[in-house]
């Protein structure tokens, strides 16, 4: 891998006394955001870029911390001295956004009025809410505007909604392996992923806390159907084909197929550590993404509002957000005559190769970013 | 005579285009033309390319690039966004000839375009002589060649009339880049004309 780790980081939190206001009514009366930063703000402060993380990510994007060395970052591969998001130039800013479950205030959080944590009292969150709360810790960091945001899938509609939200506020915007809104399918496929986890007798209404228990075996669910979301045909029948674990049937419903194996020790991890009000909260801001709304629809007219330089990339072999959705972008952004380039990158790991280490992929980010004039 | 960068075609069609125009390259390889003509003449610009080495040079060079395919035309571009785009060497390498050069002009006022023709003296000669032509504006071996279609001027300007483009200017040169206005089907190996729809 070229460039270097990060290396040793911490995280810290911020806290915020203002309420935020959110697009589904509620109100948060105040909340905290937990966050990392690696690299050096400049006396300028112009060299920030914010990275955005997608449904399951948090705000541990790289290096490890010193007491546990395995735990690395979930974008180390981009991130650090000789990478693309080159610390040695600018200053990173990751954060686990609003309802999460690393840190920032979320459903397993102790809601003030009560004393107990939110559950199902936590207000659903959008994207664009993430977006103001991302701003104040902007402010609260000095950043007027932004370099860059970037981000993946969820993450990467992050980046165009603060395009649209905070136009003079970012000056360049990536948006990776994303689309301006969710198409039936994918809505269809996050509710049977919140059905899961809602019918989990361990659910409790969302207020499982309280039963000292947790939907694990919806949330289990939930999580293997999302992976097969995140791969592509291919690669599985690479990567398992048909293999089986023994060598013969065993004519029986327990794991046979060494896919079988891998989607369940797959869902039990992330159920292990996941919280289920969270991944609820996620899918739903994916499904209510749609910025072009504000405008009945017309994509070119959000666009307009824009005022970034963007790159945009897709992955061939992503079926959940294909290139097509992407061009969708890239098409409305053309229509308003911005600076736009479009990558289409050949990588056979469907969704989730926006996370791999891949040499065009990370050279064409890496290209654009050395060209932005801080 | 002395050619910016090396292409000849380049200087032909920077003088075409107006200061502040909007330029969509088709085939901008490294995006080398647009940074000329974004640097010399102020305009905005964008690439299309398909190859992944010249996505990566084009945004290092800081051009906007968009990666497809030509063959399956222009659809991420509205009608009538551009004031000129440009095919340079790159229609003798298009399958759907007609459909590329309707969707130029759908996406643009003004197609320019140049090519080879395959109908330079020296071309005929090299066939005469029993061997595929190879030359400073058709650098390849028959088995390596990008190029599906050969034509002449004279090919070209009938399927402009059948089509009804219109052939606004046209400007032709030899091997060396220099000007040709006599029997310019057999002495021009590089042709670049302007065209725009039938009014």
Known sequence: ?374 | MTHTLGRPDFDLIAAWIQPGHRVLDLGCGDGTLLKHLIDTRGVQGWGVEIEDANILAAIRNGINVIQGNLEKGLDEFADQAFDHVVLSRTLQTVRHTEGILREMLRVGREAVVSFPNFAYWKNLRSVLDGRMPVSEDLPYQWYDSPNVRFFTLLDFEDLCNRMGLVIRERSVLDEEGNPVTDEVNFLGSLAVYRLTQNR
């Open chain 1, 1 to 374: 891998m070229p460039g270097q780790s990060v290396g040793v980081v911490e995280s810290q939190r911020a806290h915020f006394d203002q309420a935020l206001h959110l697009r589904s009514g509620g109100i948060l009366p105040a909340y905290d955001l937990v966050y990392e930063t690696y690299g050096t703000l400049n006396a300028a402060k112009s060299n920030a870029i914010l990275v955005c993380h997608a449904l399951s990510g948090h705000h541990h994007i790289a290096g490890h911390y010193a007491d546990q060395p395995d735990n690395i970052g979930w974008w180390d591969n981009i991130v650090g001295p000789g990478r693309p998001l080159d610390t040695d130039r600018y200053f990173i800013v990751g954060l686990n956004n609003l309802g999460g479950c690393h840190g920032s205030t979320g459903p397993s959080s102790l809601n003030p009025a009560t004393g107990k944590p939110w559950g199902a009292a936590f207000p659903i969150v959008a994207v664009n809410d993430w977006v103001h709360a991302q701003a104040r810790l902007a402010d609260r960091l000095g950043i007027d505007s932004w370099a860059a945001v970037m981000g993946g899938s969820l993450g990467g509609m992050q980046a165009l909604r603060w395009s649209i939200t905070f136009p003079e506020r970012v000056r360049n915007a990536i948006v990776i392996a994303a689309a301006p809104k969710l198409s039936a399918q994918n809505i269809a496929f996050n509710d049977v992923a919140r059905q899961a986890i809602l019918t989990d007798p361990d659910f409790h209404g969302g207020d499982y806390y309280a039963y000292d228990t947790r939907p694990v075996r919806g949330l289990r669910l939930a999580r293997m159907l999302g992976h097969i979301t995140y791969l592509s045909d291919d690669q599985m029948g690479e990567k398992f084909g048909r293999e089986l674990r023994n060598s013969a049937f065993s004519f029986g419903f327990d794991v046979e197929f060494e896919i079988e194996s891998y989607l369940r020790y797959q869902g039990d991890k992330f159920a292990g550590y996941f919280d289920a009000n969270t991944y609820l909260l996620m899918t739903k801001a994916l499904d209510y993404f749609d910025p072009s709304r504000e405008d009945d629809g017309n994509l070119n007219a959000t666009m307009a509002r824009t005022q970034a330089n963007f790159l945009i990339a897709s992955f061939t072999t992503d079926w959940r957000f294909t290139p097509a959705r992407s061009k969708e972008i890239v098409a409305a952004l053309l229509a308003n005559g911005r600076n736009v380039s479009y990558a289409e990158i050949d990588l056979n790991f469907g969704h989730d190769s926006f996370l791999m280490e891949d040499a065009h992929y990370h050279g064409v980010v890496d290209a654009f970013l050395r060209n932005i004039k801080l």
